[in-house]
């Protein structure tokens, strides 16, 4: 009895332990998000002399913070008081354990004082705009807009990155090297010179993130390098199990909403005399069995403008636009994606079956200027490129950002990035 008694009681207490430890609510994952139904367009890009520079990512040197400028409107008639937040957060996008202090220089909690209204718009709108203040160390952000002085009152919140270049990022990409799927996918190839980082261990000191085309809800993570060569302070990542593989896509579809007098490119019709002004894009159809056909697109990206006359950006309307693509009733949810919006998947951007069209449909609020889009498809079939096709060929931009956390570090800083685009 004297050695069954202390078991029981162990058995009891890890009883009572384990339902604690998983009720421990998960880590927050900061997303590029919107809170608030009257939150507009919403964009975080770096000042440079690129003319399209709206289409650059939120990715920049440490001593080149200052460049991000986050210039978002709110769908209201008045100014609100609103504040912005800066956030440091790991490599999986959860908050780091770094105070306010150790990575900024000044108090976080930044008034947004910088405002104008629309001008001979329809949809009333009152456009802020910010410059990311200078940060301390490397890594990854968040910029958290909110309301009335209360955090939890979110309004937004968006995603940036700063790097130092302390690795060299040697990409190579190429067709599959799987036979079936060499036809649809790319594979991306790489090497990293780390000669200027002290390393222990390189394989598990350093997270890789591969994106294509800015998307966060499609990047690779987790690849491990094939061959360590200590002599050249050198990691390869070459897979041949498909690791390291995206599905090519296609070229994105495009609608130039720049005038709501006439038809832009794309587009069937346009009423300006509505409330919001209207559009309806050309119904699509799927494109999976046609040959590829190169297009000069934006890679997912829009770009806000107008061709009216002697229109701004504070005039720049906001137009309800109808997107259909014609199908059969399928077994799942079919979405419409971009930048516009993310690639977020939720009930904005979910179509829904027209049985009179025969097309799924989606009307989305949007800002005068040229966008690029595509139908995503999460089907019984697990096939997301249904309405698209994937083709080897397609011109994609990718980005390789390189994270590195030794044994002393308290958070992962990022100490490369690298973007570029395919070529076959």
Known sequence: MKSILPITLIFLLLAKIVPNLQAQPKEKIYENKSFQPFVGTVQLYPVTDNPNQELEAPIVPRGNVESLLLQFDLLLEEYIDVQVKIIHCNADWTKSVLNDIEFLY????????????????????????FNIPRVKTTGNYIVQVYQNG??????????????????SIQPTTRISTGVIQRDFNQQID????????????PRTEFKIVIRQNQRWDNMLTGLQPTAVRRDKSLLEYRHFNMENNFKGGNEFRMADLRSYSFRGAYVSNVNPDANPREATVNPGKSRKHQAYSQMLDKNGGFIIASTEALAD???????????????????????ILGAFNDYNKDEKSLMKYDDS????????????????????????????????????????????????????DLTDKVVGYYSFRTKF
């Not at 950006?313 to 979405?335: A, H, M, P």
């Open 313 to 335: 950006y504070l005039e720049c309307d906001y137009i309800k636009t109808k997107f259909q693509v014609k199908s059969d009733r399928q077994v799942g949810s079919v979405y």
């Open 190 to 201: 790489f090497d990293i010179i780390h000669s200027r980082i002290k390393v222990s261990n």
């Open 106 to 129: 000044d108090y976080n909690s930044f008034d947004l004082r910088d405002f104008e209204y629309s001008i001979n718009t329809k949809t009333l709108f009152v456009n802020y705009w």
């Open 150 to 167: 209360d955090e939890k009152d979110l309004l937004f919140t968006r995603r940036f990155i700063v790097f130092d270049n302390n690795v």
């Open 357 to 408: 069209l025969q097309a799924y449909t989606c009307d989305v609020l949007l800002k005068q200027g040229l966008y690029d889009y595509l139908y995503w498809a999460d089907l019984k079939n697990n096939d997301p490129y249904y309405f698209e096709g994937s083709f080897y060929q397609t011109e994609n931009n990718y980005d390789i950002i390189v994270y590195h956390k030794s044994f002393s």
